[in-house]
């Protein structure tokens, strides 16, 4: 496992290059979700892991300065996995002078946490596109607990023709149904507690749309019953996945979706589910492979 950290240092790359050079882009701060990211890239080919706390999608007074950094004890979760390089870069090698391109999202980043965190796309986007002309994968690897920023990338990736193949991997979850995040590590003992509410509410609304409700409110309404342990809630949202819009009445590819405020963290979760006259299956958001 190579320790890269200048674009200089990713020529060492190059003898890696075969045609499934896979990136797992993070921004550190590892747990066993990103794991589980790097294991099913590594089904792809030789793994590229960057870690690099992306200043731009951060929203001034969000938590940029307190966002957890330790690039050693990553390395250490990672050693056992044995990707081929570790790229974690500066600021100046992934931004220039700071004064360049900016990418600006598409349809999918309307609402939800491109409501509660404008510019935040924005920042993601254009951190993925310099990551990307950076390490030029084949492959690229999201998980899906970060469900909208996957729809969004998958869009820029169309939209521009990049080629680049994403994969979205499920979401890791602690054994109350938690999802792994780096920032569960703000919740004191008590708050960790109330922080497996989301899961109950999703939990809630999956289990009646598998006995055949297919209204949008009612299932909203199951989420927010279980939200009443979460501090504050952000939002409870239903969006229809191939058009992003918010329908009356759920069908097909459909996004179940929260964020809720626990003690200092803002916790995000969701389901995605595949709706049809027989039932509502858990499935993947992207098309491009990885949706099992
Ligand atoms: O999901 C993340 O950790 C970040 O948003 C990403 C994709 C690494 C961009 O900074």
Redesign the pocket.
């Known amino acids: 496992m190579k320790l890269l950290r200048t674009a200089e240092d990713l020529g060492t790359l190059d003898s890696l290059r075969d045609g499934n050079l896979t990136v797992v ?3 550190g701060a590892l747990h066993e979700g990103h794991l589980s990211l790097v294991r099913a890239a590594a089904s792809h080919g030789p793994v590229v892991v960057t870690a ?1 706390v ?1 200043p731009t ?1 951060f929203a001034p007074g969000e938590d940029y300065d307190a966002y957890p950094r330790d690039l050693q004890q990553d390395l250490d979760l990672l050693a056992p996995l044995a990707p081929a390089a570790v790229f974690a870069p500066d600021t100046a090698t992934v931004y220039g002078d700071g004064r360049g391109v900016t990418i600006q999202p598409g349809r999918y980043a309307e609402g939800l946490c491109g409501a509660d965190r404008p510019g935040h796309f924005a920042g ?1 986007l254009t ?2 596109a310099r990551l990307f002309g950076l390490v030029r994968p084949d492959v690229a690897v ?2 899906r607990k ?1 469900a909208q ?1 996957c729809l969004v990338i998958g869009e820029m990736v169309a939209d521009l023709r990049l080629p680049v193949r994403l994969v979205d991997v499920p979401t890791v979850r602690e054994n109350d149904g938690l999802a792994m995040s780096s920032r569960n590590r703000y919740l004191d003992h008590a708050e960790r507690a109330r922080a497996a509410c989301l899961w109950r509410g999703l939990s809630a609304a999956r289990a009646l749309a598998q006995t055949g409700e297919r209204s949008a409110a009612r299932l909203r309404e199951a989420v927010a019953a279980a939200l009443a342990d979460a501090d504050e809630i952000e939002y409870i949202q239903v969006r229809s996945v191939g058009d992003w819009t918010a329908p009356d009445r759920v069908t097909g590819r459909t996004l179940l979706a929260v964020a809720a405020r626990v003690g200092p963290a803002r916790l995000i979760d969701n389901l995605v589910l595949d709706i049809t006259d027989d039932g509502a299956a858990p499935c993947g958001l992207l098309d491009h492979g990885g949706n099992a």
């Open positions: 882009p993070t921004m690099f992306n999608q993601v951190v993925v999201f998980g970060d920023q």
